[in-house]
C-alpha cells in the first residue's frame, strides 16, 4: 500500500514530545509550539480559511463560517497532549515511542490512538473540504486540549469558558470516546459502535485511622493498621447497589439480538436486572457500567518496624454512576463502616457528567454519518469509565458526544497509554472520512 499523506503527517506529528506532566511547570512547551507550528505548515487552507483563536496560549480553536446559516454550529474536539512513556519500556517498543515510524502500513508511536490520530483526521477532513470549497450550512469549530491527560484545566476548562462568554452553543459537541469495537464485549458477534453520552465522575478519599502509638514489644489489641484495614476489607466486601442506568439499559438491549442465548435476559433487561446483576457484577467491565465503585488505591501507615504506627490512611478512587453524588458514596463509605473510628478527607470531588439523549436529532444524525463509513454496524449509547475533555463542554449543548470513528480489538484497546500504540493506514483513511461527512453534513 502506497503510504498516504496523511499517514505522513501523523507519523510527523508523533514526533513531538508533547508529553504533559500533572507539574505543569515539567512541561516542554517548545514541543507544543513546534507541534502548533507543524499544524499551520502543514494544513494551509485550514489555516487560511477558518478563524484561529489561541486559549490559554496553547489551544487553537478554529471558526469556519457558513455562508448560510441554516443549522446551529457543532464542535469538534481532540487533543494533542499524551501521556509519557515509561523509561523501562521504551526497549518493548517495535520502534522508537516518538520516531512516527511507519512498519506494515501501521503508524506507531504514543499518540497515534489517543489523540493525535483525532487532531490528524480532523485536520485532514477540514484541509480536503477546504480544497474542494466548503457550502455547508452551519459553522463549525475546532478545539484541541493540550492537557486532557492531566484534566484539562488551562484547555477544555478555559476553552469551553470562551464559548460560554459570548454565548455560542451547538448542536452537538463531539469528542474522542467509544470505539467501533470487534471482541470486545463477551459473547457478543457483531461490532458494534459505542458512542459515550455519559461520564463516570472520579473522585478521591482519603480515609484515616488514628492509633496510640507505642512499642511494638507491647501492642494492643487494635491499632491504626487494624482499624483501617478492616475498613477497607467491609467496603470491598460492601460495594453500592448496582443500578441500571438509561444509556446501559440501551446498550443492552441493543445488544441483545447478537448475544446468542443470553440476549433472551438482556433484551428485559429492566425485568431481569435483579437477577442478572450479579452475573454482571462478576465482569469487571460490566461491573463498572452498573455500580458507583469504590476502590482503595494507595495505602499509607508506619515509620518503623518496632513503633506502633499513630496514624493509617488509605485513599480512595470513586467513579460514581450518573444519578449518584459524591455525597452518596461518603454517606456510604460511612454507614458501611460507622463502627468504626475513621476521618474522611476529600481530595478531589468530581461528579458524574451529565447524561446526553441517545434518541435525539443529533444523536441519530451521528448514526447515520457512522454509517457512511462502517454500513450495517450497530450504533449504541454507553457510558465511559474514563474521563474526557468532554464533560467540560456541559451546558454549552444538549447534545456532547464521545465517539472515535476507528475500528477496535481487544489488542488495540490494550496498546492505548502502553507500548507499541499504532494505527493502520485505513484506520485513519476512516477516521478522515468520518470527519469528512460530520462537517458536510
Ligand atoms: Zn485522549
Redesign the pocket.
Known amino acids: 500500500m502506497m503510504t498516504s499523506d496523511a499517514a505522513k503527517h501523523l507519523s510527523e506529528a508523533v514526533t513531538f514530545r508533547t508529553i504533559s506532566h500533572a507539574d505543569y511547570t515539567l512541561t516542554d512547551y517548545g514541543e507544543y509550539r513546534a507541534f502548533l507550528e507543524f499544524l499551520e505548515k502543514t494544513y494551509k487552507n485550514v489555516h487560511r480559511y477558518t478563524k484561529r483563536v489561541m486559549i490559554s496560549e496553547f489551544s487553537p480553536v478554529y471558526h469556519l463560517e457558513a455562508k448560510t446559516k441554516k443549522y446551529p454550529p457543532i464542535l469538534l474536539l481532540g ?1 494533542y497532549d499524551v501521556v509519557p512513556v515509561e523509561e523501562s519500556t521504551i526497549k518493548d517498543w517495535a520502534v522508537p515511542p516518538f520516531s512516527g515510524e511507519i512498519r506494515e502500513d501501521y503508524i506507531y508511536g504514543r499518540g497515534t490512538l ?2 493525535k490520530n483525532q487532531i490528524i483526521s480532523i485536520m485532514e477532513a477540514m484541509e480536503e473540504i477546504l480544497e474542494e470549497g466548503y457550502v455547508g450550512e452551519r459553522d463549525i469549530y475546532i478545539a484541541f486540549g493540550f492537557d ?2 492531566i484534566g484539562g484545566m488551562n484547555g477544555a476548562k478555559q476553552i469551553a469558558a470562551y464559548f460560554r462568554e459570548r454565548g455560542i452553543t451547538f448542536d452537538l459537541v463531539l469528542d ?1 470516546g467509544g470505539a467501533v469495537v470487534e471482541g470486545v464485549v463477551e459473547g457478543l458477534e457483531t461490532p458494534v459502535a459505542l458512542v459515550g453520552v455519559a461520564e463516570k465522575g472520579s473522585s478521591m478519599i482519603r480515609v484515616k485511622a488514628k492509633g496510640d502509638g507505642g512499642h511494638s514489644s507491647m501492642p494492643g489489641r487494635t491499632s491504626a493498621i487494624t482499624v483501617l484495614s478492616e475498613a477497607v476489607l467491609r467496603l470491598s466486601e460492601n460495594p453500592m447497589k448496582p443500578r441500571l442506568t438509561a444509556p446501559v439499559t440501551e446498550m443492552l438491549r441493543g445488544m441483545a439480538p447478537y448475544m446468542g442465548r443470553k440476549g433472551i435476559f438482556l433484551k428485559s433487561i429492566d425485568r431481569s436486572f435483579p437477577y442478572l446483576s450479579r452475573v454482571l457484577s462478576k465482569s469487571t467491565t460490566m461491573n463498572s457500567l452498573i455500580r458507583t465503585t469504590i476502590a482503595a488505591t494507595m495505602m499509607n501507615a508506619g515509620t518503623a518496624p518496632n513503633v506502633m504506627p499513630q496514624e493509617a490512611s488509605v485513599t480512595f478512587s470513586a467513579r460514581i454512576l450518573p444519578g449518584d453524588t459524591y455525597e452518596n458514596v461518603i454517606a456510604h463509605m460511612m454507614k458501611v463502616n460507622r463502627h468504626l473510628p475513621l476521618e474522611y478527607e476529600t481530595l478531589v470531588k468530581e461528579e458524574a457528567s451529565a447524561v446526553s439523549p441517545h434518541d435525539s436529532e443529533a444523536f441519530r444524525k451521528l448514526e447515520k454519518n457512522i454509517h457512511k463509513v462502517f454500513p450495517e454496524t450497530k450504533v449504541l449509547p454507553y457510558l465511559m469509565a474514563g474521563g ?1 475533555d468532554a464533560r467540560k463542554y456541559e451546558g454549552l449543548s444538549e447534545n456532547i458526544l464521545r465517539f472515535s470513528c476507528i475500528r477496535m480489538n481487544n489488542e488495540d484497546l490494550d496498546r492505548i497509554h502502553s507500548t507499541d500504540e499504532r494505527i493502520h493506514m485505513d484506520n485513519l483513511r476512516v477516521m478522515i472520512e468520518f470527519y469528512k461527512v460530520m462537517i458536510k453534513g
Open positions: 487533543h489517543d489523540d486532557e491527560e474522542e474526557t
